[in-house]
């Protein structure tokens, strides 16, 4: 029999670090994961990541994924590709298809870090060629290169719809509306943002009422939900697309965890079926842990920091590590993991929308309900102020946990502090030399350098632009408001493509002054407009 | 009666035991049909959301009756698709929530297998044993 | 949000002509046959669904062949007289087909011990007889070039268990038999040496006929009246593959007993087998699977049909056959406990038969001239060796 320390089932951020770590510790550690590439989820999250420097902050994903494959591989963590566990049998026994054969494995101690898999929804037509997996959609774009299709229609407004709805621009398609049945946007407020300003509208309050083609989606019909999720008679709208995304949330799974005998609950705030476990992961059969959104849907973050108590946890429990080692190991990790789930959108305040945020700002709604913070809304928020010369801009209005924008900045301009939930604030006398290192560092891709008063009548707006193709220096077009809207000609006057701002170019476009504060993203010509000259 | 034998008796999960206990005679009214019954709730065994509401009202009460008697679930993907879909249309038709229904047993394998692959067991011992 | 399900039944407990515990296909049958004879009935089961022991474990064979003398009545009467008619007579498709057994033998000891069973069968008036290898191929081309020849009864054949039992279910239900899921018996109470109630984890029921159907489950409460099955447990599994392109119609057994199973209406391919080693197999308290038996049920199928190889397993479960002292099952009123009926320790073949142990058992309750000759099932049978 093929006995290990530690089998880990799943190579994802999770698994992959409660290996290194139980590496680290000395034990011999196997993981086995059922794809042909270790990293889960990792690999197509092609965005940056928030937190803070420890929890990997404006680092992309699939970086932080290459940075914890060489981790492990330093550690010396084994890592069977290809390998699908069948069954977690009594005494921690696996069974491992690999190729055409199986193979039987135990360990002292087992660690199910399987993730989770995308919810659907029923409704009329949602068995057409077309309607797909948000999730599903993101590993076709980002791992494979293939866009699902050209005209979409995202539904779920939390993070996974966003950030994919956001992708999805990115990949050339259109995306007709970001549609939930829930009042208010699921997901950051930033990633709302940025889809808003490219033009995409957001129906709050609405449902699919039915998708409809042939042998394909060819359109989908959406419509108003009153408060018992009935669909309003006469408010359908109907939008011609080609692909649906559903974007309804992560179910656990926490099959393996079941068959081996764990006791389990079915718990909606953490997806569904999950293990009972304590703090560390372990379950109710001995030597059995769980770690990652199989023990509860949150997000990569924290599941590489649940992998890593798991991991301590698991040296301690088979003797690799000293229990005080262990102990200080695991409140140090605890800090790190507590400190992601505070703010708006932690597991704890679920359910819940604040009025003011920490600070006392007022939490805008508009942002909540349209996707877009409100021209006048903007301003009570200590990141947005007027000043001579160019300056950053930091429409940021959430708490939520993260700062590397503060850390960005070599002139001390930004300034967030201890509690890194806090709303970054712009310090008034500090002197921004517009290195653009700040909108760079921006996961939420929320921070604009701006010169109010550029000279003739001009102001000129720096943003974040990760779209190809990059527009040359003289390209015009038009600038879009914080909702879409065209609002003025621009001309780019500068894109800089910096190594250092990791693929987050800064496009520098010149609006009307009265636009200083309004024009948030750029739109260029389409190629036969024969424009006049901005005047 | 020993430990041995009472543990015997217990065919569902090892979990504790904690019966609630569930009165079938219970009628839930006249079946109504509704307007989005022939929309497919599972899609390997083409089982309609009306198919599962009209077993509910014949008596399966519980997500393990229906599964047996519509085959919802028992197709390729076992069930990830579609169990959380049949829970909320089950809770919905008996008016209860959702988690009060029984979970389905989890069981080998994870994944579809070929029978000469799962019969294909590597020999025991080799570089990998302690 | 109330519960529609529990409205109204804040005092459990209640009264009825005849208490059945155990809502297996036995205990179902059994309801459905007493509320026929216009009996009140309430059924109690453990566990939270209807079924969910050997009843929905099992390989699904409907077969006389093979089976102990004493109980080949019980399954030709069941196949000729009640197995053809149960899809109507239940309102619900059980899937019955009755297209023949073929046990296969790839030795010549295996041969003959599957003369000896065909022996066995046409002396009780089965149609039963030996089939050569060109005999078998023509009824069955998918088996591999191993098989030497097979035993053949064309009148077995093979259901849906899980349907079947949840059709008498249903029907029973429809017919107001009262079903009481997730209540734990705790044993039976005799008043003034009668069978009078059962004790449950909510509430007493009064009766005046009890039947234990509970598999085995009925040793305890058999138990509190002082009456012994002797039985145990034996841990079986089974697994079922993807739908496959229709391949044959019979159901399949070997000589060797290393596995059972048919092709199902849906595609699917069910078999049951097992390690060899399950009598010293630990569990869990539960009913889980081992890790060496589907591989070992995998290639003792595949030795047999080979076309199989390629059939994907999606699922392996486990059950419990209630294997009884002298392998067949108890089905009998109790003379010292007046009131009291078992029905139990059907050895893993009660699937086959539970239609006409429904009848048999309600003749029984309802003092009946038995339309079979029971006396072989009788509780008081066994005897030490010597």
């Not at chain 1, 135990?106 to 989770?116: M, Q």
């Not at chain 1, 799974?253 to 997806?271: E, F, K, N, T, W």
């Not at chain 3, 000759?373 to 060796?385: E, G, L, Q």
Request: charged residues 25%.
């Amino acid at each position: 029999m093929n006995r290990h320390d530690l089998i880990v089932i799943g190579a994802g951020p999770s698994g992959l670090s409660a290996a290194i770590e139980a590496a680290h510790a000395g034990m011999d550690v196997v993981v086995f994961d059922e794809n042909a590439r270790p990293g889960g989820q990792l690999f197509k999250q092609i965005h940056k990541f928030f937190g803070s420097k420890e929890h990997h902050a404006k680092v992309r994903g699939f970086r932080i994924g290459d940075e914890l494959l060489k981790e492990a591989d330093a550690a010396g963590v084994r890592v069977e590709l290809d390998s699908s566990v069948l069954g977690l049998y009594p005494d921690r026994e696996v069974v491992v298809r690999h190729g055409d054969e199986v193979f039987h494995a135990k360990g002292d101690a087992v660690l199910v870090a399987t993730g989770a898999s995308e919810n659907t929804l029923g409704f009329p037509g949602w068995t057409l060629p077309g309607v797909i997996g948000a999730g599903a959609a993101q590993t076709m774009m980002n791992l494979h290169g293939v866009r699902p299709g050209d005209r979409v229609l995202m539904l779920g407004s939390g993070n996974v719809g966003l950030v994919v709805g956001f992708q999805l621009l990115q990949a050339g398609c259109e995306v007709v509306s970001v549609v939930d049945a829930a009042p208010r946007v699921g997901g950051y407020g930033v990633h709302a943002a940025k889809l808003a300003r490219c033009g995409v509208p957001f129906h709050l309050s609405h449902t699919i009422v039915s998708a409809e083609g042939t042998d394909h989606v060819t359109g989908v019909t959406i419509g108003e939900v009153d408060k018992s999720w009935q669909i309003v008679p006469g408010t359908e709208k109907h939008f011609d697309v080609d692909t649906i995304c559903v974007a309804v949330g992560l179910s656990p799974m926490s099959q393996l965890l079941d068959m081996a005998g764990c006791d389990m609950v079915d718990d909606p705030r953490r997806g569904g079926l999950v293990p009972v476990c304590d703090e560390s992961g372990a379950t109710s059969v001995t030597g059995i842990f769980a770690s990652g959104d199989v023990s509860g849907i949150e997000e990569a973050s924290s599941a590489m920091i649940e992998g890593r108590i798991s991991g301590a946890a698991i040296a301690d429990y088979l003797g690799y590590l000293e229990h005080e080692g262990e102990t200080r190991r695991v409140g140090e990790l605890e800090g790190s993991l507590d400190a992601l789930r505070q703010g708006m959108f932690a597991p704890k305040n679920r359910g819940t929308v604040p009025e003011r945020t920490e600070e006392g700002c007022p939490v805008s709604m508009n942002l909540l309900e349209h996707g877009f913070l409100s021209d006048d809304e903007v301003l009570a928020y200590p990141g947005v102020t007027h000043a001579k010369g160019v300056h950053a801009v930091i429409e940021c209005s959430q708490n939520i946990p993260c700062n590397p924008c503060q850390d960005a900045c070599k002139k001390g301009c930004i300034s967030i502090g201890e509690n890194i939930t806090s709303l970054p604030v712009v310090v008034g006398d500090a002197a921004c030399v517009a290195c653009g290192m700040c909108v760079a560092s921006c996961p939420g891709q929320a921070i604009f350098l701006v010169d109010e008063d550029a000279g003739d009548g001009f102001s000129t707006v720096t943003l974040p632009y990760e779209f190809l193709p990059v527009p040359t220096a003289g390209t015009r077009g038009r600038g879009l408001s914080r909702s879409g809207e065209e609002i003025c000609d621009a001309v780019v006057e500068s894109v800089r493509c910096v190594s250092a701002f990791d693929h987050t170019n800064l496009l520098t476009m010149r609006v009307p002054e009265d636009c200083a504060m309004r024009a948030r993203f750029f739109r260029p010509a389409p190629a036969d407009a024969d424009e006049e000259a901005v005047s | 009666m020993s430990d041995e034998a009472v543990r015997m008796t217990t065919n569902g999960a090892s979990r504790s035991f904690s019966p609630a206990p569930l009165d079938r005679s219970r009628g839930l009214g006249d079946f109504v049909p509704a307007p989005d019954d022939d929309v497919l709730v599972c899609r390997c065994e083409e089982v309609t959301k009306g198919d599962i509401r009209r077993a509910v009202h014949d008596g399966m009460y519980t997500m393990t009756e229906v599964r047996r008697y519509l085959r919802v679930g028992m197709g390729l993907c076992q069930g990830q698709s579609c169990t959380k879909l049949v829970r909320r249309i089950m809770a919905a038709e008996l008016g209860v929530s959702p988690a009060a229904l029984d979970a389905e047993t989890s069981r080998a394998p994870m994944r579809p297998v070929e029978m000469r692959v799962l019969g294909n067991e590597e020999a025991a011992g080799g570089a990998d044993a302690r | 949000m109330t519960d529609t399900r529990t409205e109204g039944v804040e005092a459990l407990g209640g009264t009825a002509d005849v208490i059945v515990v155990g809502a297996g296909v036995i205990g179902c049958a059994t309801a459905y046959n007493l509320a026929l004879r216009g009996r009140s009935v309430v059924v109690l089961e453990r566990d939270e669904s209807i079924g969910n022991g050997g009843s929905s474990r099992n390989g699904g064979g409907v077969r006389q062949s093979g089976r102990d003398a004493r109980e080949l009545p019980l399954a030709m009467y069941a196949v000729e007289h009640l197995w053809p008619g149960l899809s109507e007579e239940l309102g619900a498709d059980v899937e019955y087909v009755k297209k023949g057994n073929l046990r296969l033998g790839k030795t010549e000891h295996h041969l003959e011990v599957l003369r000896g069973l065909a022996k066995t069968g046409r002396e009780h008036g089965l149609d039963m007889r030996m089939l050569s290898t060109d005999e078998v191929r023509e009824l069955n081309p998918f088996l591999s070039d191993e098989v030497i020849g097979a035993s053949w009864c064309p009148t077995d054949g093979h259901a849906n268990p899980l349907r079947t039992t949840l059709a008498f279910y249903r029907r029973a239900r429809a017919l107001g038999v009262r079903f009481v899921t997730g209540v734990d018996v705790l044993g039976v109470r005799t008043v003034r040496g009668r069978a009078r109630q059962v004790v449950t984890s909510a509430g007493v029921f009064e009766g005046d006929e009890f039947v234990l159907a509970a598999g085995l489950g009925t040793r305890r409460l058999a138990a509190s009246v002082g009456i012994d099955v002797p039985m145990r447990g034996l841990l079986i599994e089974a697994l079922v593959t993807e739908a496959e392109p229709r391949m044959f119609p019979q159901m399949l057994g070997t000589a060797d007993a290393d596995f059972y199973g048919h092709q199902t209406a849906h595609g699917s391919f069910v078999f049951g087998g097992d390690s060899g080693l399950e009598e010293s197999n630990g569990y869990a308290g539960g009913v889980p699977t081992a890790s060496i038996t589907a591989p070992a049920i995998c290639r003792s199928i595949m030795k047999y049909v080979p076309r199989l190889a390629d059939a994907k397993i999606v699922r392996t479960w486990a059950g419990w056959e209630d294997e009884c002292a002298d392998g067949v099952p108890v089905i009998s009123t109790v003379d010292e406990v007046p009131g009291l009926t078992l029905a139990c320790a059907f050895t893993g073949h009660g699937f086959g038969i539970s239609p006409i142990v429904g009848r048999l058992v309600a003749e029984l309750c309802c003092g009946e001239k038995t339309t079979l000759d029971v006396t072989a099932f009788r509780y008081d049978r066994f005897r030490a060796w010597a």
